[in-house]
């Protein structure tokens, strides 16, 4: 994981503090964010600017994991949630064993898109994996969550786009981390020859490498839907068990890439097991842009958390 922290002294009590869980880097060992976010290389665009600096200069001390795979040896963690939100945790707990650094508890769970599907998983692992770490909210931005819902609107639509490139990410890491998830299952010839894409390059240049023709090229059958890996979509979807610590959930209404419905439908799962769930939607936003337009409700939302004021929900009303 990688430490950032206000270069000031702590305020009384340590810093407020927070796992950030980031998004989609690559598969590959060399994506790792430690290893590409430089303020100073444009490699990870805004992964550093636009997610990690505005919390540092709210006040926060911030870590951030590499999941498992990247920066060290290890088999693809894309979207496999367990792995993804004990990284998350574990990065928490470094930080507050980091002794350069005074660290105030509560802590608070942030992330985007990938990242979003990391801190679902964190927060409903939280209890079972770290029950020493306190931790007083999880917000996701934009969370790749409703696994079988995205697959079933990329494959329906089969349009080119950047999301052909997303799926061929999942493809590569889960044939190699799960011994019965066949590629040759749900890929086509074109698609079997082009894995070694997914493996050589970062985010963008994956997708740039598949946006120019629609997943039907690559994909002849929905993962969603085939034997062997449907059970591993399901494992990977988030919201089966309820988090112990209130949730926010922002969404961009213009988000081309996590659509809109599916993070509605996310949603109406959490509610339906129980959580506390807040959730506000922003018009115009996109799958990047919503970052920028969420924040300050995200630093008030985590602020009232870190300050123990009681959570929000729309689930009350929509249980009402």
Not at 13 to 18: D, L, V, Y
Not at 59 to 81: K, T
Request: glycine residues 10%; charged residues 15%.
């Amino acid at each position: 994981a990688t430490i950032f922290a206000p270069a000031s002294p702590a305020p009384e009590g340590g810093f407020p503090a927070i796992s950030v869980a980031h998004g989609t880097s690559g598969v590959a060992q060399f994506c790792a964010p430690s290893l590409l976010m430089n303020p100073n290389r444009k490699t990870v665009p805004d992964m550093f600017a636009g997610h990690v600096r505005p919390l540092v200069d709210a006040g926060y001390a911030v870590v951030m994991s590499d999941y498992v795979g990247m920066g060290a040896p290890g088999l693809p963690s894309y979207l496999v949630g367990e792995v993804e939100g004990r990284n998350v945790l574990d990065a928490a707990r470094a930080l507050q064993k980091f002794e350069p650094l005074a660290i105030r508890q509560p802590l608070v769970i942030w992330g985007h898109s990938q990242g979003g599907h990391a801190a679902a998983f964190a927060g409903q692992l939280a209890a079972s994996y770290a029950p020493e770490l306190r931790i007083a909210g999880v917000a996701m931005t934009a969370p790749a969550a409703e696994l079988g819902l995205i697959f079933e609107t990329i494959m329906r639509a089969d349009e080119a786009g950047a999301d052909t490139g997303l799926a061929m990410m999942v493809a590569g890491a889960w044939s190699q981390t799960y011994p019965e998830a066949r590629a040759g299952a749900i890929l086509t010839t074109a698609g079997l020859d082009k894995l070694v894409d997914v493996n050589g390059r970062c985010v963008f240049g994956e997708v740039a490498s598949f946006n120019d023709l629609p997943p039907s090229t690559y994909f002849k059958a929905n993962p969603a839907r085939t034997p062997g890996w449907r059970e591993i979509v399901a494992q990977n979807t988030p919201g089966s068990v309820p988090s112990i610590p209130p949730l926010l959930v922002l969404q961009g209404a213009a988000d081309e890439i996590v659509l809109p419905p599916t993070t509605d439908a996310f949603v109406r799962r959490l509610c339906q097991i129980g959580d506390t769930v807040h959730y506000k939607r922003y018009e115009g936003a996109s799958h990047f842009s919503v970052v920028k337009a969420s924040w300050s409700d995200l630093l008030a939302w985590l602020g009232d958390r870190s300050d123990g004021r009681a959570a929000p929900s729309i689930c009350r009303t929509a249980a009402g």
